[in-house]
């Protein structure tokens, strides 16, 4: 069985393959809701669209074993990808995904197929060098 390693959290879980990232982490008690770098993550927590990969809260870096994932989703690529209009950069992705691009995903989203190390809660970089060039 697959093994998820949350970071932050020091916890290690075995799940059966196949399992979605938000789905192990809630049975390790790991809360992947946490909102704008930690503000709103109660919030969050309690209004979410429980997995549909419509709200965008459970975001995460995969850290170790993005090969061991599914492929990025429609829905992830929407959240993440999506263009906003001129004059900012087109495309820009939302702020989360900035200086994460290879390893952030939408932990509903994410199938675990083999072992991953998870990092939740990713600070968003308001201040990066991407963000008003
Ligand atoms: S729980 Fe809403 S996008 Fe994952």
Excluded: H
């Excluded at 001129?86 to 952030?104: F, K, Q, R, S």
């Amino acid at each position: 069985m697959p093994t998820v390693k949350f970071t932050k959290e020091k916890k290690e879980i075995e799940v059966p393959a196949g399992t979605d990232l938000r789905t192990a982490a809630m049975k390790a008690g790991v809360c992947v809701y946490d909102g704008f770098n930690g503000v709103g993550a109660k919030l969050n927590s309690l209004l979410n669209c429980r997995g549909w990969g419509l709200c965008g809260t459970c975001r995460v870096n995969v850290t170790q074993g993005m090969e061991n994932t599914n492929p990025l989703t429609l829905r992830e690529k929407m959240k993440f990808k999506t263009p906003l209009p001129t004059p900012v950069p087109d495309p820009l992705p939302c702020l989360a995904y900035i200086g994460n691009e290879d390893t952030m995903r939408l932990a509903c989203m994410t199938r675990i197929e083999g072992d991953v190390e998870v990092e939740t809660g990713p600070p968003i970089d308001l201040f990066g060098e991407n963000f008003f060039s």
